[in-house]
């Protein structure tokens, strides 16, 4: 099977790591982050241990500028981007009438208008090579939304709806585009519960238990080698919210 060209943004921790480890295997991952360069060092090194294809690239995938420049690095120097993996994502829990403009502004950039940004610079060379793929990593809070964490809801919802347009409008050119929504998952995002939260959680979800990152991860794979799922909300979730 030919190798893929894959952008994963966020993927020095959590979610987007794994994402990039499982697919490193037989295809050539970017791995992009922003802060956590230690940790993006670690991911490059273990895996190219193991003879496998990743480089990492620092971006503030935030700022539209750094977005065209991770695309245009990524096309100059392997020619297609086949995937695009729109990870990237922080969250504040903060009650409604505590949230600042600033705290609106870092969130919406960084988990919505990024995945806007990234997908905006990758489309003309999948249109070009009739064939491409986009996964967006949301959550059950743009679903159902979470208390004390609006702004959040709000960018994982306009992430679903952002998925739903372009899978309509891109179809047509063979490229698939599709979301992924976890529940609760075992990351350093979700480290603010504590051990008894967690456990009054894990009695909310029917099959009781909190999620683990290789969970999306595999989701993730499936659907790089699906061809004919576009324009779906795959909830991840252990059965905690069935729509």
Same mark, same amino acid.
């Given at each position: 099977?030919?190798?893929?060209?894959?952008?994963?943004? #966020?993927?020095?921790?959590?979610?987007? $790591?794994?994402?990039?480890?499982?697919?490193?295997?037989?295809?050539?991952?970017?791995?992009?982050?922003?802060?956590?360069? &230690?940790?993006?060092?670690?991911? /490059?090194?273990?895996?190219? /241990?193991?003879?496998?294809?990743?480089?990492?690239?620092?971006?503030?995938?935030?700022?539209?500028?750094?977005? $065209?420049?991770? @695309?245009?690095?990524?096309? &100059?120097?392997? &020619?297609?981007?086949?995937?695009?993996?729109?990870?990237?994502?922080?969250?504040?829990?903060?009650?409604?009438?505590?949230?600042?403009?600033?705290?609106?502004?870092?969130?919406?950039?960084?988990?919505?208008?990024?995945?806007?940004?990234?997908?905006?610079? @990758?489309?003309?060379?999948?249109?070009?090579?009739?064939? #491409?793929?986009?996964?967006?990593?949301?959550?059950?809070?743009?679903? @159902?939304?979470?208390?004390?964490? @609006?702004?959040?809801?709000?960018?994982?919802? #306009?992430?679903?709806?952002?998925?739903?347009?372009?899978?309509?409008?891109?179809?047509?050119?063979?490229? $698939?585009?599709?979301?992924?929504?976890?529940?609760?998952?075992?990351?350093?995002?979700?480290?603010?519960?504590?051990?008894?939260?967690?456990?009054?959680?894990?009695?909310?979800?029917?099959?009781?238990?909190?999620?683990?990152?290789?969970?999306?991860? /595999?989701?993730?794979?499936?659907?790089?080698?699906?061809?004919?799922?576009?324009?779906?909300?795959?909830?991840?979730?252990?059965?905690?919210?069935?729509?």
């Amino acid at each position: 099977m030919e190798e893929k060209v894959i952008i994963v943004t #966020g993927a020095s921790r959590g979610i987007g $790591r794994e994402i990039a480890k499982t697919l490193a295997k037989k295809n050539i991952i970017i791995a992009n982050y922003n802060k956590s360069e &230690k940790e993006a060092q670690e991911l /490059k090194q273990k895996m190219e /241990k193991k003879g496998y294809k990743l480089e990492i690239y620092k971006a503030d995938i935030s700022k539209e500028n750094e977005c $065209r420049e991770l @695309v245009e690095y990524t096309i &100059k120097k392997y &020619k297609k981007i086949d995937v695009l993996i729109n990870n990237a994502g922080i969250s504040k829990t903060k009650l409604v009438t505590e949230v600042t403009k600033k705290d609106w502004e870092e969130i919406i950039n960084t988990n919505l208008y990024s995945a806007f940004n990234m997908s905006q610079q @990758v489309i003309p060379n999948m249109i070009h090579n009739k064939k #491409g793929n986009i996964i967006n990593i949301s959550s059950i809070w743009g679903q @159902v939304g979470a208390s004390m964490e @609006v702004i959040y809801s709000i960018s994982k919802a #306009g992430l679903d709806g952002l998925t739903k347009s372009l899978a309509k409008e891109l179809g047509p050119s063979g490229i $698939r585009v599709n979301s992924i929504s976890p529940g609760i998952i075992d990351t350093e995002m979700n480290k603010q519960y504590t051990n008894e939260e967690k456990e009054e959680i894990k009695q909310q979800i029917p099959l009781e238990k909190i999620g683990k990152p290789s969970d999306i991860a /595999k989701c993730v794979k499936w659907l790089i080698e699906d061809n004919y799922t576009t324009g779906q909300i795959i909830s991840i979730n252990g059965g905690w919210v069935i729509t």
